[in-house]
């Protein structure tokens, strides 16, 4: 028997931790999952947490604090880092912020190349590139040699894709749904086209989810088979 396809938009953006975590607990449920007669297409969807940012890098550490307030971001960077050290993420706070917007095009051009597995395999080191090497992952050479080591394209077919505005549209266009749908937060991941699991969820979180979708027979409809609540994550009907 056939497989059925388990269709997972992530909306996301590289500069927030979270959304590395949930990256990491997101692979970990599919992974688990393996055995389940359902299989996964996850697609990497764009967000701009930081849309003001200027063209050039500033401190990250000292941008964001002074954004959110220094006390704010102090706790959070204390609690992602022990939420992180669960998954495998060394999370450090210093180097560089700009806009992510570029790494955006990289990675949706990785999915019109080679689909969702070669675009998973380019989120990981851009995250890491930022979250854990404190790189600028607004400089193109920074992204085109990610991309080249990912086997997406070599460095100088990403060095002219990153100089072009290819893919600049498309960014955007996706950017502007996610909010006009009424995402202002992520990762935010939208399962089946129908429901949302918004934060950085654990892997248990999810595979509860699925589970529940491995035993429907058909794709669940927000009035007829409606994903549980686990009491630790949040499963939601989106329209």
């Not at 893919?167 to 266009?173: F, M, P, S």
């Not at 429901?195 to 699925?210: H, L, R, T, Y």
Request: proline fraction near 7%.
């Amino acid at each position: 028997m056939s497989k059925r396809i388990v269709k997972l938009m992530v909306i996301s953006d590289f500069a927030c931790p979270w959304c590395f975590i949930a990256h990491r607990e997101l692979q970990t449920a599919i992974a688990q999952c393996a055995n389940l007669p359902i299989t996964f297409e996850v697609e990497y969807r764009p967000f701009l947490l930081h849309p003001t940012l200027p063209a050039e890098p500033v401190g990250k550490d000292e941008y964001i604090g002074r954004k959110i307030g220094r006390e704010k971001w102090d706790a959070c960077k204390r609690a992602a880092v022990e939420r992180g050290e669960t998954v495998g993420i060394n999370f450090s706070f210093g180097g560089p912020i700009s806009l992510t917007t570029a790494a955006h095009r990289l990675v949706a051009k990785a999915y019109e190349i080679g689909g969702a597995s070669m675009q998973a395999g380019l989120v990981t080191p851009i995250f890491r590139a930022y979250c854990e090497d404190e790189l600028d992952i607004n400089d193109h050479e920074v992204l085109a040699e990610t991309a080249e080591q990912a086997g997406v394209m070599t460095k100088d077919e990403a060095l002219a894709f990153l100089n072009s505005d290819e893919c600049l549209a498309k960014v955007n266009h996706q950017v502007a749904e996610a909010r006009s749908k009424g995402v202002t937060g992520v990762p935010f991941t939208i399962i089946d086209g129908k429901w949302a699991v918004s934060g950085g969820q654990a892997a248990p979180v999810f595979v509860k989810i699925f589970n529940k979708l491995a035993e429907t027979p058909l794709p669940p409809s927000p009035t007829s088979t409606p994903v549980p609540s686990t009491g630790t994550g949040t499963a939601v009907a989106v329209a």
